[in-house]
C-alpha cells in the first residue's frame, strides 16, 4: 500500500467512526461576530480563546503593524546567532512583571514552551509528576523527557503526595499542572499543590495558558485567583489566547532558569524567535489588561450570566469559575450535530469528541470573551435554548 492509500485508509476510519474535524472559514478578523464562509450573515462566536476581545483591537493592530515598519520581518535566523530585538527583552520584562517572577523568555507559542522547557530540566535522575488532564503540549513536553514520570488522579492532593513520595531522592522534582484545566474548565488547587509540593521538595510547573488575563482580579492568572502569586516556580503560558491572541508562548520563572533555558532549550537554539509583529501586538495586550482591568472584570460577569442562564434553561454546564463554560453531551456525533444547529441559528461554536476527550464525554464548549454585549448574551441563550429543546437535550 502506497503512503498516501495508507493515510487515506486512516482517514477514512476517523471519517467513520465520527471523528474527522472539519474546518470553518472566517473571512474576516476575530471578535465576537465574525463573517464566515460557511454561513452567510454575521456570525457570533463562543468558542474562541479571545477571553479579552483583544483580538481585533485597533491598539493591537497598529503596535503590530509598527513593529513591522521598525524591525520588518524578522532576523532571518535564532536568537544567539543574529541577535535578539529590543521588543523581545520588552515583552519579556512585561510578562515576567504580569507572572510575579524574575525573568520570562518568549518562544513561538506555549507549545513550544512546555516542550522546550521540561525535557530541559528534568532529565535522567529526576522525576515528574504530572496530571492527567494536563494539556498535550504539557504530557509531550513530559514524554521527551528522560526523567521518571508518574501521573497522578486530576487535581488529587492525596494521590499527588503518593506519587511524589515514591520519588523521594530524585535530584530534581518536578509537579506540573495546568492552571486552568481546557476541557473542563475547573481550576487546579494551587494552594494546595504548592503545600504538597513544598512538603517534597519539588518545584511546581504550572501552564496557565487559559489562566492568564482571565483569572484573578487583574487578570494576572490563576496564581492570583488561587493567592499564590510569587509562590509558583515555573509559568508558562501563550499570547495567542487572553493576550493577542496571535500565537507565542513563554516560560515565566527565576533569572538562572531563564538563563538556563537560552543556553540548552532546544527551540531557543535551533528556531527562531516570536516575530517581532506578535511581541509589539502582545505588549499592547498587557498594558491594556493593566489599564482596563474592568475588562476581567466583565468577562467573570459574562461567564456567570452564561452559566446560569444556560442552567435556568435547563442545561446541565460543568461548575467551575474560569471563562470556559463545557456542557457534556455525551456522544461525539451528536455534539458535532447540535453545533451544526447552533452554526445554523447564527452560534459558531466547536464540538469536541473523543480523542480530544474521553469517550462518551463529547462536549459544546462555551467560552466567554468580555466585549460580549447582553443583545448577545440574551441571543446565545435564545438559540441554545432553541437547538436544545429541538434535539431533545432540555
Ligand atoms: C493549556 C494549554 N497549554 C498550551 C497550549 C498551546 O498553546 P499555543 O497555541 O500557544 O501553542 C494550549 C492551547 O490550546 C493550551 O490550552
Given amino acids: 500500500m502506497s503512503l498516501d492509500d495508507s493515510l487515506r485508509a486512516d482517514l477514512g476510519a476517523m471519517e467513520k467512526a465520527g471523528t474527522l474535524k472539519t474546518f470553518r472559514h472566517i473571512t474576516g478578523p476575530m471578535d465576537t461576530q465574525v463573517t464566515m464562509a460557511e454561513k452567510s450573515g454575521p456570525v457570533l462566536v463562543l468558542s474562541s480563546n479571545n477571553y479579552l476581545g483583544l483580538a481585533d483591537h485597533p491598539e493591537l493592530v497598529a503596535a503590530g503593524q509598527a513593529a513591522l515598519e521598525e524591525f520588518g520581518a524578522g532576523t532571518a535566523s535564532v536568537r544567539f546567532i543574529c541577535g535578539t530585538f529590543s521588543i523581545h527583552e520588552r515583552i519579556e520584562a512585561a510578562l515576567a512583571k504580569l507572572s510575579h517572577t524574575e525573568a520570562a523568555l518568549t518562544y513561538v507559542s506555549c507549545w513550544t514552551a512546555n516542550t522546550g ?6 532529565g535522567e535522575g529526576d522525576a515528574l509528576v504530572s496530571d492527567e488532564l494536563n494539556h498535550a503540549s504539557l504530557i509531550d513536553g513530559c514524554r521527551a523527557s528522560k526523567a521518571r514520570r508518574l501521573v497522578y488522579k486530576h487535581a488529587d492532593m492525596a494521590d499527588l503526595d503518593a506519587k511524589l513520595d515514591t520519588v523521594k531522592g530524585a535530584r530534581r522534582i ?4 495546568d492552571g486552568v484545566f481546557s476541557m473542563e474548565g475547573d481550576i487546579a488547587p494551587l494552594g494546595d499543590i504548592v503545600t504538597v509540593a513544598k512538603k517534597h521538595g519539588a518545584s511546581v510547573i504550572l501552564d496557565d495558558s487559559h489562566g492568564t488575563g482571565v483569572m484573578g482580579r487583574h487578570g494576572r492568572g490563576t496564581a492570583e485567583h488561587c493567592g499564590v502569586e510569587g509562590k509558583i516556580d515555573i509559568i508558562t503560558g501563550t499570547l495567542g489566547k487572553a493576550l493577542g491572541g496571535a500565537a507565542g508562548g513563554y516560560v515565566a ?10 543556553q540548552v532549550s532546544r527551540p531557543q537554539l535551533f528556531s527562531n524567535a516570536l516575530p517581532a509583529t506578535i511581541a509589539a501586538s502582545a505588549m499592547k495586550a498587557v498594558e491594556i489588561l493593566e489599564r482596563e482591568p474592568e475588562r476581567v472584570a466583565r468577562l467573570h460577569a459574562i461567564t456567570k450570566r452564561l452559566r446560569e442562564g444556560l442552567k435556568a434553561r435547563g442545561f446541565k454546564p460543568l461548575d467551575g469559575e474560569s471563562a470556559i463554560v463545557p456542557i457534556i453531551v455525551g456522544d461525539t456525533a451528536f455534539a458535532i450535530r447540535m453545533s451544526k444547529e447552533l452554526l445554523g441559528e447564527g452560534i459558531f461554536i466547536t464540538g469536541f469528541g473523543y480523542p480530544v476527550v474521553p469517550e462518551g464525554t463529547a462536549r459544546l464548549r462555551i467560552q466567554a470573551c468580555a466585549t460580549l454585549t447582553d443583545a448577545q448574551i440574551d441571543f446565545a441563550l435564545a438559540s441554545f435554548e432553541k437547538v436544545g429543546k429541538r434535539l431533545g437535550v432540555i
Fill in 174 to 177: 518536578f509537579v506540573v499542572t
Fill in 253 to 262: 520563572g527565576s533569572k538562572t532558569l531563564i538563563e538556563y533555558l537560552s
Fill in 117 to 122: 522547557l521540561i525535557p530541559a530540566v528534568a
